[in-house]
């Protein structure tokens, strides 16, 4: 899921996603983004585990937004 703001940010990144089947753009110009609750449901039970890097953690870390606009910032730490 990504606002209609961020889009074009994350726009370069899509084709070396291969894996990535779904984009979920949420703003006031696009048409209603399709329930997550819809989305599960097709989705099937079976899991795949990511390939990622060994030894790092990622955390989006996601604003209420009640100074404002609510964000979402990724949190990417080595150890």
Request: hydrophobic share 45%; with cysteine; aromatic share 4%.
């Amino acid at each position: 899921m990504v606002s209609e703001a961020l889009l074009p940010t994350f726009q370069p990144l899509l084709a070396r996603l291969p894996k990535l089947k779904h984009v979920i753009v949420a703003g006031p110009r696009r048409a209603r983004p399709p329930a997550p609750r819809r989305l599960m449901a097709a989705a099937s039970d079976q899991a795949e585990t990511a390939a990622t890097a060994l030894r790092r953690h990622v955390l989006w870390l996601y604003t209420s937004g009640s100074t404002g606009t609510p964000k979402g910032r990724c949190i990417c730490t080595a150890i």
